[in-house]
């Protein structure tokens, strides 16, 4: 059978334009061509030079006109404005900046390094974090704009440094030279009065810390005393609530630096931290979260409509004696201030992004927790195997409450902590689909619209969260064969929940990996399986038109499994003969060898042995279908195997092929070849 592998979680590299996207320029010209404002950044205004950042900020949100930016050097025409002298400069340039990094992805990241962003961006942020406790702006000055430039200018330097660091191993390394990791540690004492900025480092630094060795021996006792005050904060808000999420993602990927004896309490407090987030309801959050905001803005809309009516009568006054000064309602601002362009502040809607956010990060990083990080993610790229023996980890398991309760394979120190915390029954929560609520809130509400993706993300993580603790099990310690059985209901009940079966690639890979490993687990202790044939049939016929491949290896998988468990049974030779149709069309007509590797290794195992299996593999003609697939299988690995696949697929393909002549010559000792 093919060994589910487990999957482990890298970082997505950042959302469009970060986290919290920059707006800046929000009603800037989109018509001004790019030679035009790049020329404007030449300018000796000050002010001339920020509307055109501003502006440039806007246009960069929209891929299609990156390419006109590049091709006339935008990084290298922004890049020594992050070091203007005037201070609003360098942090629309920083979120020009910004912008370009994260719209145009891996590519123009990339060249943004080669064209030097660096250089200037660390000297941004050394400047800001040395400047951070001393404010450069008189104290008039800040009053009357509202802003904190230092930090806002951080803010921005920090969402570019995370968004090229995330894409481009040389800006690790220079993060690494360059002593980054005492500037940005600075920002993030600041997590008390600034926590959007304290975000954003923390962020940064959970992606600057994975897979990077070089960097650990910088977090000395001061740099851990640091992240260990923010995870220790008490403050509930669900922005503070994402940002102990992410410093304890960041606490785990420098665990190596933590001494052996703290390795449990340290454990205890990061799955607390993913405890907590995971104990809160979304969908309740949302309809609570929409029903502020009504009030909120009811209550503002009639606190305006008492300033008009002030208004009027101020007016009314006023007209009685032209010799009088009005005197200027509202925000004192500079002219061409942009600052009334950024969007009103929807703070209920942030508050459940930062939830949803803190919730999908947690399931993250306990996938990767679950995961073992010897093999490379590719080492372990559709890995298949005939002996079933090998297709089960060691692990560790246990049952509460009925729902599926298991500690990590770690330690003694990281199973205890996670039970401690009950981590599995959430997860198990998580998997189901989102309120039907919260979700026509969100249908219909265009701002609150975004958060459906964000919904389904979180079911999608927490499914593949419960299929790396399956691979980690140990199925004496869950609980029996009822607490396997419960949650194979439980799994089929979203899938089949709806009236048509899901089509979403996301999902439909979450849901089809959590089934190979839950019914490879029953299967390996002869535990029946609650989903009948005809469900299976139903969910991998929608799965093998997926354009994901690991869906339809997962479905073929499945298939493979469960048909093993029938060829056992009595009166089971119908329904084999479903399966291995289905098997047999999938092995022939696949256009990716891995996946057609899976379906053959399925068919092997589906017929390897028990009289209803010999009579079934009679009607369906296996064997002289497979007498005839074997040199079509032989030759499309020699057409199509050097270059489309790695050197692990070929290895595992190479088996298959080695298995399929073994499979035809046990066949035909069976001596049921028709005449």
Not at 81 to 103: I, K, P, Y
Not at 260 to 286: C, H, Q, R, W, Y
Not at 307 to 325: A, F, G, K, T, Y
Not at 326 to 345: A, M, Y
């Amino acid at each position: 059978m093919g060994k589910s592998r487990a999957r482990r979680f890298r970082r997505a590299p950042f959302s469009p334009a970060g986290p919290e996207q920059r707006r800046d320029g929000e009603s800037g010209p989109e018509e001004e061509p790019a030679a035009e404002l790049l020329e404007k950044l030449q300018h000796p205004s000050a002010e001339v030079r920020e509307y055109a950042c501003a502006s440039i900020s806007k246009l960069l949100q929209q891929k299609h006109v990156i390419p006109a930016f590049l091709q006339r050097d935008v990084v290298r025409c922004l890049g020594p404005l992050l070091m203007d002298h005037s201070l609003a400069v360098r942090e629309t340039a920083a979120g020009a900046l910004r912008n370009l990094s994260a719209c145009g992805g891996f590519e123009v990241c990339d060249d943004m390094v080669t064209k030097d962003i660096m250089t200037p961006l660390v000297a941004l942020l050394k400047e800001c974090s040395t400047g951070l406790d001393a404010n450069q702006l008189s104290p008039k000055k800040c009053r009357e704009i509202n802003k904190n430039y230092i930090e806002d200018i951080a803010n921005e330097a920090i969402n570019l440094l995370w968004n090229v660091c995330e894409c481009n191993n040389t800006a690790v390394s220079i993060f690494n030279k360059e002593g980054c990791l005492e500037a940005v540690l600075h920002y993030m004492k600041k997590f008390s009065t600034n926590v959007d900025l304290a975000i954003s480092v923390a962020n940064c630094l959970q992606a600057v810390t994975e897979d990077n060795p070089d960097l650990l021996s910088s977090f000395n006792a001061s740099a851990q005393q640091v992240l260990e005050t923010v995870m220790l904060s008490p403050e509930s808000t669900m922005k503070h609530i994402l940002l102990r999420t992410l410093i304890a993602g960041t606490i785990w990927n420098i665990k190596d630096t933590i001494p052996p004896g703290s390795l449990g309490s340290m454990v205890n407090a990061i799955l607390k931290i993913f405890s907590e987030s995971l104990a809160i309801d979304a969908g309740e959050t949302i309809i609570r979260m929409n029903e502020a905001e009504k009030n909120r803005l009811k209550l503002a809309a009639e606190a305006e409509t008492e300033e008009n009516m002030s208004d009027v009568i101020d007016n009314c006054v006023l007209s009685e004696d032209d010799d009088m000064e009005e005197i200027p309602k509202g925000k004192v601002r500079r002219e061409n201030d942009i600052s009334d362009l950024l969007p009103t502040d929807k703070w209920e809607l942030k508050e459940v992004t930062a939830l949803l956010m803190a919730q999908q990060t947690a399931l993250e990083i306990i996938v990767n927790m679950c995961c073992s990080e010897d093999p490379s993610d590719d080492e372990w790229e559709e890995l298949s195997s005939s002996d079933e023996s090998d297709l089960f980890m060691e692990n560790s398991y246990n049952e509460g409450g009925g729902l599926l309760m298991s500690p990590l394979c770690l330690s003694d120190e990281v199973n205890s902590a996670f039970l401690n915390n009950l981590i599995p029954k959430k997860i198990l929560e998580k998997t189901a689909f989102p309120n039907s609520v919260a979700l026509d809130i969100c249908m219909h509400n265009p701002s609150w619209k975004p958060l459906i993706k964000k919904l389904n993300a979180v079911q999608c993580r927490a499914l593949t969260c419960l299929h790396s603790i399956l691979l980690v099990s140990d199925v004496d310690c869950l609980g029996g064969a009822s607490a396997l059985q419960s949650l194979a209901q439980h799994l089929s009940q979203i899938v089949f929940s709806k009236t048509e079966l899901p089509t979403d690639t996301e999902f439909l890979e979450a849901i089809t990996s959590a089934l190979r490993a839950l019914l490879q687990t029953m299967a390996s202790k002869n535990i029946s399986q609650c989903m009948t044939p005809e469900q299976l049939l139903a969910l991998c016929e929608a799965g093998i038109h997926s354009s994901n491949a690991s869906v339809r290896v997962n479905v073929v998988s499945i298939l493979g499994i469960s048909g093993s468990v029938l060829a056992k049974g009595q009166d089971t030779a119908e329904t084999l003969k479903m399966i291995g149709k289905f098997l047999l069309e999938v092995a022939m007509k696949e256009s990716s060898l891995v996946v057609a590797g899976e379906a053959l290794d399925a068919l092997f195992d589906v017929f390897a042995d028990g009289k209803e299996a010999e009579k079934a593999a009679v009607q369906i003609k296996l064997l002289p279908a497979l007498k005839e697939f074997q040199p079509v299988f032989k030759m499309r690995m020699r057409k199509e195997g050097k270059g489309q696949y790695s050197t692990d697929q070929l290895c595992v393909l190479d088996n298959v092929k080695m298995n399929l002549r073994r499979f035809i010559a046990y066949q035909e000792t069976l001596g049921k070849t028709p005449t």
